[in-house]
């Protein structure tokens, strides 16, 4: 089997895995936003599906999570549970272990490493298979329409 396929298949597989996750972030971000909410989230998609870079993704959290109030929007939450930060962590943490996990399988099924930019293609896609299912549950959950 090619091993274009072999990624595919691998991060499809891993992103069954995270579909719970997106439920949680996306019931989190309904409850969040009262305002201008369904925006913030169609700009996080653009920009996860424009990027060519992981770093544009977790610096757009940032720059959101810094303007947003405390107990606001991507701040929502309590101090040591927030929205914004617990996404950021989440990208960082779980998917970047989701990247290695698919890397690390295509590596030994090819007896073949895995290049660091192939990893950066794993990554983003992980990424955007996440933040649409968070964006599915958001408009389920109730995500505002402006």
Do not use: C
Not at 13 to 37: C, H, K, S, T
Not at 75 to 94: K, N, T, V
């Amino acid at each position: 089997m090619k091993r274009e396929i072999l990624f595919v298949k691998e991060i499809a597989v891993q992103a069954d895995n995270l579909y719970p996750d997106g439920e949680r972030f996306g019931a989190w971000a309904a409850q969040a936003f009262a305002v201008d909410g369904r925006r913030q989230i169609k700009e996080l998609e653009n920009i996860v599906n424009s990027s060519l870079k992981v770093s544009d993704v977790l610096d757009y959290l940032k720059k959101q999570t810094a303007k947003s109030k405390a107990g606001e929007k991507w701040r929502h939450g309590p101090e040591q549970d927030q929205l914004g930060p617990a996404l950021i962590g989440f990208i960082s943490g779980d998917l970047k272990n989701k990247r290695n996990t698919v890397s690390n399988k295509i590596g030994a099924d090819t007896s073949q490493a895995v290049s660091e930019a192939e990893k950066q293609q794993v990554y983003l896609a992980l990424i955007r298979e996440f933040v649409r299912q968070m964006a599915a549950q958001y408009e389920l959950k109730g995500g505002r329409n402006e």
